[in-house]
């Protein structure tokens, strides 16, 4: 059974840090790109960061770019997303995704979020001004 569980969000201030993880099973990690992507109330699911596990390529949207850093411990089948300098505007539900990616899937963190295969059951992330 593949599941996605993530775990880390809570309730902080603007200026705040928060550091969500996300521990994969059911399937070989090195084999998937990880993503995080986020729900405001209203909006719709917007890609946050991914990662490569094959080669550690990572992509930030631009307005997390600078303030996020994704990362991987692909030994214990978890990434991470380490959250520095919080708004606002950041408040969402965190989701963790998952792609299956081949070694020449080099655009994969690019893919729509309807491509992702797999996905976690969220972190609620608020950010009180």
């Known amino acids: 059974e593949v599941q996605l569980v993530e775990s880390g969000g809570g309730l902080v201030q603007a200026g705040g840090s928060l550091r969500l993880s996300c521990v994969a099973s059911?399937?070989?990690?090195?084999?998937?790109?990880m993503g995080w992507f986020r729900q405001a109330p209203g909006k719709e699911r917007e890609r946050v960061s991914c990662?490569?596990?094959?080669?550690?390529?990572?992509y930030l949207a631009d307005s997390v770019e600078g303030r996020f850093t994704i990362s991987s411990d692909n030994a214990k089948n978890t990434v991470y997303l380490q959250m520095n300098s919080l708004k606002p505007e950041d408040t969402a539900v965190y989701y963790c995704?998952?792609?299956?990616?081949?070694?020449?899937?080099?655009?994969?963190?690019?893919?729509?979020?309807?491509?992702?295969?797999?996905w976690g059951q969220g972190t609620q992330v608020t950010v009180s001004s």
């Open positions: 990662l490569r596990s094959s080669d550690g390529n990572t």
């Open positions: 995704a998952a792609i299956r990616a081949g070694p020449s899937d080099y655009d994969v963190c690019y893919s729509l979020r309807e491509e992702y295969d797999y």
């Open positions: 059911g399937f070989t990690f090195d084999d998937y790109a």
